[in-house]
């Protein structure tokens, strides 16, 4: 079983920046690949970015050159910093972990709220 917790979301204007965490619960988390995911309102859950255990990064088109994740092992923490932020970055952001290996993510936070004012 594993548990994530988010936070650093909240609200600032376009242009500005954030940086969310997500807290992962257990001993093997650099095991994982992690993931973060976002989702606007009347809109479907949409992958932002994901690290894997060898550290290779993995961006959507749309966040590319303004977000970059990152992970701390030694934290069990998994970051995502977000600058050059635009209205259309307002979502829930969803960090989630891909225990199985398969490309699936198997669990998932609750969830922090971002938004961009413009």
């Known amino acids: 079983q594993v548990q994530l917790v988010e936070s650093g979301g909240g609200l600032v204007q376009a242009g500005g920046s954030l940086r969310l965490s997500c807290a992962a619960s257990?001993?093997?988390?650099?095991?994982?690949?992690m993931g973060w995911f976002r989702q606007a309102p009347g809109k479907e859950r949409d992958f932002v970015a994901a690290?894997?255990?060898?550290?290779?990064?993995y961006y959507a088109d749309s966040v590319k050159g303004r977000f970059t994740i990152f992970r701390d092992n030694a934290k069990n923490t998994v970051y995502l910093q977000m600058n050059s932020l635009k209205p259309e970055d307002t979502a829930v952001y969803y960090c989630?972990?891909?225990?199985?290996?398969?490309?699936?993510?198997?669990?998932w936070g609750q969830g922090t709220q971002v938004t961009v004012s413009s």
């Open positions: 690290i894997r255990r060898s550290y290779s990064t």
């Open positions: 257990g001993r093997t988390f650099s095991m994982y690949a």
């Open positions: 989630a972990t891909d225990t199985g290996g398969g490309g699936a993510y198997n669990y």
